[in-house]
């Protein structure tokens, strides 16, 4: 079975300081993994995915995030906070063979202070 | 480039009360999806389709049905409605693939008093 753990629900950072979320998987095959951001107010957005190419994977507004099997981890980061980067951020991995469901953690939200 | 539609964008029903959710996507999509976002609780799917014609049932389906008859809008009623049905309700779309992931609507916030 897959799932996803994201550690601390929320995440306080001031503008220009770096980003961490982190995001760990549980999966029996070799998992797709993803990043989706929530505006306030407004439907998920993927951010970024990792899909078994390169383990290190750029997204939209600056973030990244890299996978490592070893830890099972796909940890999203972004080296300097923006206020507009305030929102809540969502992992996700997808399940293999004909089942393609997508199993959500549940949410880090994110504040930026100035 | 419409994407994921969902109507409507609000409303507040009484207890006992049913109603119907749309979701209509123009991307081609062959699966669809209907979740549930509660403070805490993250994502709940309550039904998903894959494909014109099917539904099947998520993790939380007890008081929703879903219809697809047609392959661009997926339906999700409420025949009765309850306080315990009070959240945000989203809809998705995706390719019947494991790297496309999923396009979202914009979400149904439903008050049930």
């Known amino acids: 079975a897959q799932s996803v753990t994201q550690l601390g629900s929320h995440v306080s950072v001031s503008e220009g300081a770096l980003v961490l979320l982190r995001c760990n998987y549980s999966?029996?095959?070799?998992?797709?993994l993803f990043w989706y951001v929530q505006y306030p107010n407004q439907g998920l957005q993927l951010l970024l995915k990792y899909t078994s190419a390169a383990t290190l994977v750029k997204g939209i507004n600056g973030f990244e995030a890299e996978f490592k099997k070893s830890e099972t981890s796909f940890h999203l980061t972004k080296p300097s906070a923006h206020m507009s980067d305030a929102a809540e951020y969502f992992c996700?991995?997808?399940?293999?063979?004909?089942?393609?469901?997508?199993?959500f953690g549940k949410g880090t939200l994110l504040t930026v202070n100035p | 480039n419409a994407g994921v539609t969902q109507t409507p964008k609000f409303r507040v029903l009484k207890t006992g009360q049913s109603m119907t959710l749309l979701c209509a996507q123009d991307?081609?999509?062959?699966?669809m999806y209907w979740y549930r976002q509660d403070p805490g609780m993250g994502l709940r799917l309550i039904h998903y389709?894959?494909?014109?014609?099917?539904?099947a049932k998520g993790e939380v389906p007890d008081g929703y049905n879903v219809s697809r008859l047609k392959k661009q809008n997926f339906l999700l009623g409420l025949e009765s409605a309850a306080p315990s049905q009070t959240s945000v309700y989203f809809c998705?779309?995706?390719?019947?693939?494991?790297?496309?992931?999923?396009?979202f609507g914009s979400g149904t916030r439903l008050t049930v008093v």
């Open positions: 996700a991995v997808s399940r293999g063979g004909s089942n393609y469901k997508l199993t």
């Open positions: 998705a779309s995706s390719y019947e693939d494991r790297v496309s992931g999923y396009t």
């Open positions: 991307m081609n999509h062959e699966y």
């Open positions: 389709s894959v494909g014109e014609g099917t539904t």
């Open positions: 999966s029996s095959v070799p998992p797709y």
